[in-house]
């Protein structure tokens, strides 16, 4: 019995290694880079050893999901991509503007300052809903899908951030407009009253 399992373990042993040496003898060419659509695509990889990246890349996928990337001229801070992550990966800090503080590529109007906007793609999901609820399609999947760092802090990107003296400075801007429209609205009801 003992020898029996000896010459089987001997029989698998090398069934497995004749294997292996086939397969390394038979990969001996390189991988020729093909787009997707083409017929023999998912064909090539008989034979054929894997890529040698970084000095050789497969083309990117014309609707691949990879990196965000957000134009900031672009967006009104409406948090709507924030709201829609499943995974929370966007942080945004708004301040309302006592004014119209520009527009937007199509048009429409910015009032709200962005003091913070992250995008933690450590956490992404690459799903692409933040792409779709954004009303000025500020926010886009790149087709970049190589961000190596040593540090995850370094996958956070950050997008907008405001200096802290700027932020008290429109806060304090937008308490004193609110005050003065709050005065402005107790003087007429005050007026009205008295017009009684």
Known sequence: MLIKNAINGLITAWKGLGLT???????SKEREIKHVSE???FKQLEGTNT??????KLPVPEVGR???????????????CAKICPVDCITIES???TEAIGQTSDGTTKRLYAAHFDIDMAK?????????VCPTECITMTNEYDRTVFELKDLTYTFADMPEEERDEKRALLEKQQAEKQAAKLAAMKKKEEGQ
């Open 21 to 27: 040496i086939r397969h390394l003898f038979a990969s």
């Open 95 to 97: 301040i309302k503007a």
């Open 39 to 41: 017929d023999n695509y």
């Open 51 to 56: 890529i040698q990246y970084p000095k050789q």
């Open 66 to 80: 990879y990196q965000l990337d957000v134009e900031m001229d672009d967006c009104i801070v409406c948090d709507l």
């Open 124 to 132: 992404c999901l690459f799903c692409g809903l933040c792409t779709i």
